[in-house]
């Protein structure tokens, strides 16, 4: 029989002998330096997919933004047919006043759907004017220097989408003379 070695080292004495242990090693050796390969290919796998399932995750919501973008720009045309009725004081103010509440009511809820769905106002009023988020259709003229360049007027209310203009405000400008 055979005596077991602590020091690792083969017995001479193998059956195939020491040509066949050193096949054997260099077998292992091809073995451990596939499963290396093999293992890295495993991970490099592993992390492609958790990185696709994450881009598609993105590509999903950034389709549910867009379709929503468009249905809110249709609200968004509503809104501002509502806004016109009701800037118009004396047609308004001939109808009864029931009507006015219940038209109030409905253009309340339509802003509340809207807010829902992460649609906020750009008020520039008073502000510097800002060509990201705003659109100047004329200027008006002031002789005070604190309004050169401020938004002195808004045509025509604009809107946010999360960060992102999804129409800007139409607005006048001051310059000064």
Not at 79 to 106: H, K, P
Request: charged letters at 30%.
């Amino acid at each position: 029989m055979e005596e077991n070695r602590e020091d690792g080292e083969a017995d001479s004495t193998f059956a195939g002998g020491p040509e066949a242990l050193k096949k054997l090693r260099e077998k292992l050796k091809v073995c451990q330096t596939e499963r290396a390969e093999f293992l890295a290919l495993s991970q490099r796998l592993k992390a492609d997919y958790i990185n696709l399932k994450r881009d598609e995750a993105r590509a999903r919501e950034a389709a549910v933004k867009h379709a929503n973008q468009n249905l809110l720009l249709e609200l968004i045309d509503l809104a501002d047919s509502f806004e016109l009725a009701m800037a118009n004081e004396t047609a308004w103010q001939s109808v009864s006043e029931n009507w006015r509440r219940g038209v109030e009511y409905i253009y309340a809820k339509l802003a509340g759907v809207m807010e829902n769905h992460g649609l906020t106002v750009i008020d520039p009023l008073d502000q510097p004017f800002d060509p990201e988020s705003a659109h100047a259709v004329g200027h008006l003229d002031t002789e005070n220097p604190e309004q050169d360049n401020k938004v002195l007027a808004v045509i025509q209310k604009g809107y946010r989408l999360a960060e992102k203009v999804i129409r800007p405000a139409r607005v006048k400008v001051g310059r000064k003379i």
